[in-house]
């Protein structure tokens, strides 16, 4: 038996990494935020969109001098024009980013 069917495009994913040392646990959450937006940006920057279906990685230590959190996001490549207009990919369809619509003074 032969099966035929259209073009199958599995992507490949790549992981995205942040590793970070600091003093004080008290900004966790702020920095948790500014570095997936870090990470985020840098992934698009490179061509790739955030793979919605894996949820993003976080996990903090305390060595007993230092806190060190580590974030992990997904993405694969779709190119740097696709990536800055997606907000990311969910079963193999790109979701487009909600843009904020400037209203210029100069029009």
Not at 5 to 13: A, C, D, P, V
Not at 80 to 106: D, F, H
Request: aromatic share 12%.
């Amino acid at each position: 038996m032969r099966i035929h069917s259209k073009k199958m495009n599995h992507k490949q994913i790549k992981r995205f990494q942040v590793r970070v040392e600091f003093a004080d646990d008290a900004g966790i959450p702020r920095l948790k935020y500014q570095y997936e937006s870090m990470l985020t940006h840098d992934m698009r920057s490179k061509g790739y969109v955030r793979v919605l279906d894996i949820d993003t990685s976080f996990s903090v230590e305390f060595d007993g001098q230092t806190w060190v959190f580590l974030m992990t996001l997904y993405g694969v490549y779709v190119g740097k024009k696709k990536a800055w207009l997606s907000e990311g990919i969910t079963q193999g369809k790109l979701v487009p980013r909600s843009m904020r619509q400037t209203i210029s003074s100069q029009l």
